[in-house]
């Protein structure tokens, strides 16, 4: 099984509607992280925590909202989509640390009509 | 701030070909560098990573040298093969310990047989 998952893989939604995507990991880490990636900006951080009490925005936070439920899960929600918030999503851990490499999951496609 | 630039693709070469793909990075101290490799409808993985001045990271064949005086970690690959084709990503992690990633905009490179 897939140390880090990400439900859904693929969405398409309406203008206005409310998306959670949600993250999973069984790596025991800490550390959480929601990105997006868009074509020729590489991977921008929106949110992340380092640990269940700990969350802090990223780079691109505005229109976003997260929920560190416990240990191994990590929601990310888009409270009114907007077609602009089209993109891919990954969830990453790690576990801390200087040298920390961080473990993605596959990535939810969101497309936003 | 800390920036990573990496250089434009598609980058398309023919199977067994020699491969570099540039990274250079500024940030203060002595940040670790990485590397990452995305697959079609993957997450990214870790391909390599050094943490100090004349570090050789490598792995599955790719190397990168954490070079300070050029501030440049590039990618090579002495015969590449077609199921090296992917999007590579240039990372690094801040001196100060921080969680924070900064990552390149991405090269896809196409191999072809």
């Known amino acids: 099984d897939a140390d880090v998952t990400q439900t859904p893989r693929n969405r398409i939604t309406k203008t206005g509607k409310r998306i959670m995507l949600e993250c999973s990991q069984t790596k025991g880490h800490d550390r959480m992280y929601w990105y997006r990636q868009d074509p020729g900006l590489g991977l921008r951080l929106i949110y992340y925590?380092?640990?269940?009490?700990?969350?802090n925005k990223g780079e691109i936070s505005d229109g976003y909202s997260v929920s560190r439920q416990a240990q191994a899960k990590f929601s990310l929600s888009l409270e009114s989509a907007i077609p602009n918030q089209t993109a891919l999503y990954f969830c990453?851990?790690?576990?801390?640390?200087?040298?920390?490499?961080?473990?993605f999951g596959p990535g939810t496609r969101l497309t936003v009509l | 701030g800390d920036s990573v630039t990496q250089m434009e693709g598609p980058v398309t070469l023919s199977e067994e070909a020699f491969l570099t793909i540039n990274c250079t990075y500024t940030?203060?101290?002595?940040?670790?560098l990485f590397w990452y490799v995305q697959y079609p409808g993957e997450g990214l993985q870790l391909l390599l990573k050094a943490t100090k001045a004349d570090d050789k990271g490598s792995n599955k064949g790719f190397e990168a040298t954490y070079r300070k005086e050029t501030t440049s970690f590039h990618l090579e690959k002495g015969s590449v093969q077609v199921s090296d084709s992917a999007v590579y990503f240039c990372a690094l992690s801040p001196s100060s310990g921080t969680y924070k990633y900064i990552f390149g905009t991405g090269t896809r490179l196409k191999v072809l047989a």
């Open positions: 990453a851990t790690s576990a801390g640390g200087g040298t920390d490499t961080q473990y």
């Open positions: 925590s380092f640990d269940v009490k700990d969350i």
């Open positions: 940030a203060t101290g002595y940040p670790s």
